[in-house]
């Protein structure tokens, strides 16, 4: 059976959520308290309901029971957050995913056993701030607080090498996991590889090893 979504909070965040949702085909039931949010979303998402998410009584009412995935997306008003997310956790939701809006927030959202806090935000901020510090970075995904992802341009000073020259694994401990060029993924370069100014390296590693490795191939690249 196809799976069901709610998103309770339809502003920014949510709505983007809940329209993606729904242009996949998914089926989304929008939940907001404001009235003006709901009738925004009528025809976008499958149902599109008025309800308070703080009151347990009406999200029993419209059927929050049998949603296999509730999102959260309730930012400013971070007591209706926490007290929706008690809730749905008391309901048994299968799955929970709750916007958390500071570090505060998702310590709490952590401490009642939400499994999945999203801060789209704080990593946003990071992934945009990696790609001011240089041209050169082109994403950067965290994966836990101290791994993450990079997808980097070779650039200048790795253009010509091979990955064997540049050893990134011996030298800075991380490792390259494919090189996009172009539209083409190779998710098995070879050692002997030439690397292009235009390559796209995306690289894991610990936070640490990753900034080394950025510091020394790829800022003033
Ligand atoms: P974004 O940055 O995504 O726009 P935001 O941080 O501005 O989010 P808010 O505007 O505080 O978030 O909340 C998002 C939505 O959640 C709003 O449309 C608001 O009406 C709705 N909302 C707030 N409290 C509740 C509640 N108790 N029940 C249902 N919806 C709620």
């Given amino acids: 059976m196809k799976q069901e979504f709610a998103v309770i909070g339809l502003g920014r965040f949510g709505g983007s959520i809940c329209q993606e949702l729904s242009r996949e085909g998914m ?44 999102i959260v997306a309730i930012g400013e008003n971070i007591q209706a957050s926490i007290l929706t997310a008690v809730i749905l956790t008391d309901l048994d939701i299968k799955r929970i995913t709750v916007k958390a809006q500071n570090d505060y927030h998702e310590k709490i959202l952590n401490k009642i056993g939400i499994d999945e806090v999203v801060h789209p935000e704080r990593d946003m ?42 050893d ?9 996991v494919a090189i996009r060029q172009g539209e083409e993924i190779n998710v098995s370069p070879r050692a002997d590889e030439v690397l292009k100014d235009e390559d796209i390296l995306i690289v894991i590693g610990a936070d640490k090893d990753i900034s080394r490795f950025e510091k020394h191939l790829v800022i003033d690249n």
């Fill in 168 to 176: 990134i694994r011996a030298n800075y401990g991380c490792n390259i």
């Fill in 27 to 70: 089926q989304v039931l929008a939940i907001d308290n404001d009235e003006e949010k709901v009738n925004e979303f009528k025809n976008i998402a499958s149902h599109a309901v008025i309800a308070d998410s703080t009151d347990e009584a009406a999200l029993k009412e419209i059927g929050i029971k049998n949603i296999d995935h509730v």
């Fill in 125 to 166: 901020g990071k992934r945009i701030a990696h790609h001011i510090f240089s041209n050169n970075i082109m994403d950067y995904i965290e994966l836990s607080d101290d791994h993450s992802i990079v997808e980097v341009k070779a650039g200048r000073k790795m253009a010509g090498k091979t990955l064997v020259d540049l």
